[in-house]
DNA sequence: GATAAGCTAAGTATAAATACTTAGAAAAAT
DNA sequence: ATTTTTCTAAGTATTTATACTTAGCTTATC
């Protein structure tokens, strides 16, 4: 049987070793062709050599996120399967990797056999999203299932300062428009989110990570 | 020069697998004595054998997490030195570990190197905590030096309520007291908290992590 | 050039939140 | 047993937010 070609790019020396020592376990099974502690050294190796089968990839890396590594393996329409291996156990950034077109997500807490597993699965064509992680996501999706579409970057702006206390007469004379304005763009950013008030619109755009 | 005793406590393979590949970049500095899947299998170890010098520590755990580590250890009055290394680089985390009694906390970015230098100053009687670690510590201390006192078990269940977007009359019919009641936690939370309105308040409290 | 999306703004009425304070009863801590 | 904290509640005036709509102008997008 031929080995899966598997590259790693993760910033962190530690996250590295530690999936090195997993993907050991089964040395058979896999060939680890390159580790990579950023998204530009990748597609650099790339330019060079064949691409990897699946590639673990971390999200939270400086410079190119993973997301961004995500976004470019698909346009550049690089046929390998990517397995998201976070930290990040929150749903927002889950549901993020599925649809930007992550083939799996594993959590922290991995073990050799349950990497292997996800390997071989989305080597075959097949999605990996453990039953934790696909609850996480539902959480997220089912408030993002009300909320008719994302908010524009003036919505955001106004979001912002109402998250500082600001009233909505202060962000007016702040943005130099009308109050009017500002109470609309709070409407609608309620309707949006599907939201009684103020209050809930805070709490809910921060869950959904709109604000931070 | 005697070597210093190490031990590791993490639930994740892939993180401990890490952390030894890591330790052994100076191998001849350390003794390591122990890893461990959780704390409970620590403490049933420490009963037949000696306690380590350093002890590197992960936060989010199940069962007894990192903090409840900490406690116990103080609580035993055990002579090792914690180093804290976690995927969480949020201020409320680093400073609940401070404040528990940690020696040093290093985030997911560590090198071989950084960790060396780490369990040498925390071995020694320093403490660690890198620069990038202290300014989230010192952005969390800002809110919480203006904050007066902790919030009440009932300022709580309201603060909930408001963040599920409840507004005075339905929490005070929800919880069979009067409006002005919720409104009087509403506004003391308001004032421990120093912020303006409720959105400030919800935003604040998010960041603190009272609610999640 | 047409279509869609985003930003701007307003009318009118009602509901809710906020600013300021004070204070008694109950529960917890010491 | 006493002190402290927490929970409860209210008065009055003012400010802010919300409900429900409509709509012109500007800027992208195709």
Not at 39 to 49: N, Q, T
Not at 67 to 75: G, M, N, Y
Not at 136 to 146: P, Q, W
């Amino acid at each position: 049987m031929k080995k899966i070609s598997i590259a790693i790019i993760d910033d962190h020396q530690l996250f590295r070793d530690g999936l090195l020592s997993l993907l050991s376990a089964y040395d058979d099974d896999y060939d680890l062709i390159g580790s990579f502690n950023s998204g530009a050294s990748f597609f650099e190796f790339l330019e060079k050599k064949e691409s990897p089968d699946v590639l673990l990839l971390d999200l939270t890396m400086p410079e190119m996120d993973g997301f961004s590594v995500i976004e470019k393996i698909k346009k550049k329409k690089l046929k390998l399967k990517i397995i998201v291996l976070s930290m990040h156990d929150d749903g927002s950034y889950i549901l993020k990797a599925a649809r930007k077109g992550a083939d799996g997500y594993l959590p922290k807490n991995v073990d050799a056999a349950e990497l292997r597993e996800a390997i071989f699965k989305v080597y075959d064509g097949e999605k990996h999203f453990s039953a934790e992680i696909s609850s996480r996501m539902f959480d997220v999706l089912s408030i993002e299932g009300n909320m008719s579409s994302k908010l524009t970057p003036k919505e955001k702006e106004v979001l912002l300062h109402i998250a500082k206390g600001l009233t909505t007469k202060e962000i007016a004379s702040k943005l130099f428009v009308s109050s009017r304005t500002i109470e609309t763009h709070r409407l609608n950013m309620m309707k949006k989110l599907n939201v009684k008030n103020s209050s809930e619109l805070i709490s809910t755009a921060m869950k959904l990570r709109l604000i931070k």
